[in-house]
């Protein structure tokens, strides 16, 4: 079997482009790929375009290995997030041709299944006005919809610092989900690289009455050190790593201890094979993996089946239930969350395919994603202003 050929999609909604990758075979069978590029849309179909002659017409997509040496070592220049993800949607859609090849969902072809069911979190549920009264109705309606985990990022366009007046609003969102959900529903607060160490510290042990089972990027993700000092702080588990983008990144994470949670993104750092190298590190020390996931059917098939074959997985985001329905109808197959959990995927390959005509409806959208300004957890579109 050889390589032949990609094609591209791009599936639009008012905050994210999905770009999927069809990689095409001289015998018919073709697999999918898929990646949320926050903004940088184009940046990742014009690399496409360039690795499919240099790297991957004629190739076996039997041969993974060789596939990431060539997109990585062979291009020379270091590999970050626009390499990786050309590489990981080329990557996980050729472990769905093999899976279809020999009639196996991908996880047999990936050690096998070390559990029958995954954890999620619902993500995306709260596009509502910043209030505790709209969070709290969010929030039951995820609990009522059966999932026992879900996760929020409650303060506002905040950078750097937080004053007192946004501290407690941020604070009263917490209590408010907290409250609507219940003692035993597990509550993750998201940070996105929003704080300084002293900030992020500060409100970490103001959150510790409400128990959540991490903060995620209490600091941006280029200085280590400074998630370091994080952790020393505070008795909350640190989660990092959607902006990771290399295995190699992360030798410096965990020689310094400074988070608990891998949060690696499998569409931005190089696919299913690489994900399974990291998690053996990280099990090596002791951490848990739960990757980072805004996409669709299609990377979320493929976390499935990595979180199906991975020991030291904890739990699987997931957007589509709360955030752009219609995205699931785009590539019908994904199992639906069953009381909080995922059942594993039964199908030959990822077990998702293309519904067409459902994706010719959501064209690619303007997009321009901005974490830091007011109402953007509203998750609306702000116009043409890029892609």
């Known amino acids: 079997m050889r390589i032949t050929g990609l094609s591209t999609h791009v599936l639009g909604t008012p905050w994210r482009n999905l770009t999927i990758v069809e990689v095409l075979t001289d015998e018919g069978i073709s697999g999918l790929g898929e990646a949320r590029m926050l903004n940088h849309t184009d940046a990742l179909l014009g690399y496409l375009a360039e690795a499919l002659p240099n790297h991957l017409l004629g190739a076996d997509p039997f041969e993974i290995e060789g596939l990431v040496h060539r997109m990585t070592r062979h291009d020379y220049a270091r590999a970050g997030e626009i390499a990786m993800s050309a590489l990981a949607v080329v990557e996980i859609a050729c472990w769905d041709i093999i899976g279809k090849a020999l009639g196996l969902p991908v996880y ?18 709260y596009r509502v006005e910043r209030t505790p009264e709209e969070f709290h109705a969010a929030a039951t309606e995820v609990v009522r919809r059966g999932y026992r985990a879900l996760k929020l990022d409650p303060f506002g ?6 004053d007192a007046e946004e501290t407690a609003r941020s604070l009263a969102l917490v209590k408010a ?11 993750l607060i998201e940070m996105h690289g929003r704080f300084s160490p002293a ?4 409100i970490a042990n103001l959150l510790v009455p409400y128990r959540p089972s991490w903060i995620e990027e209490p600091v941006p993700p280029e200085n280590l050190k400074a998630l370091a000092k994080v952790a020393a702080h505070t008795e909350i588990p640190i989660a990092t790593g959607e902006r990771m983008h290399t295995r190699f990144d992360y030798r410096e994470l965990f020689e310094l201890r400074a988070a608990d949670i891998i949060q690696t993104d499998i569409t931005h750092s190089g696919g299913l094979w690489e994900a399974k190298k990291l998690a053996g ?19 979320t098939a493929a976390n499935l089946h990595l979180a199906a074959t991975t020991v030291n997985f904890k739990i699987q985001e997931h957007f589509n239930d709360f955030a752009d329905p219609f995205v699931k109808r785009c590539a019908p197959g994904l199992p639906e ?7 594993l995927p039964d199908r030959p390959g990822l077990g998702v395919e293309l519904d067409r005509e459902q994706l010719a409806r ?13 109402g953007w957890e509203q998750r609306q579109s702000r116009g043409d202003r890029g892609a």
């Open 157 to 162: 366009a905040g950078m750097f610092e937080l």
């Open 199 to 202: 900030t992020a510290i500060r």
């Open 362 to 374: 959501h064209p690619r959208e303007a997009v321009n994603f901005n974490l830091f300004v007011e």
């Open 108 to 125: 047999r072809l990936l050690g096998g299944a070390v559990r029958d069911r995954v954890k999620a979190y619902a993500n995306g549920w």
């Open 337 to 343: 969350v069953v009381d909080g959990y995922f059942p």
């Open 281 to 299: 590190e990280a099990e090596a020390h002791y951490l848990l993996m739960a990757p980072h996931n805004v996409g669709g059917p299609i990377s």
């Open 177 to 187: 989900v907290r409250d609507a959900v219940g003692p035993d529903v597990e509550l």
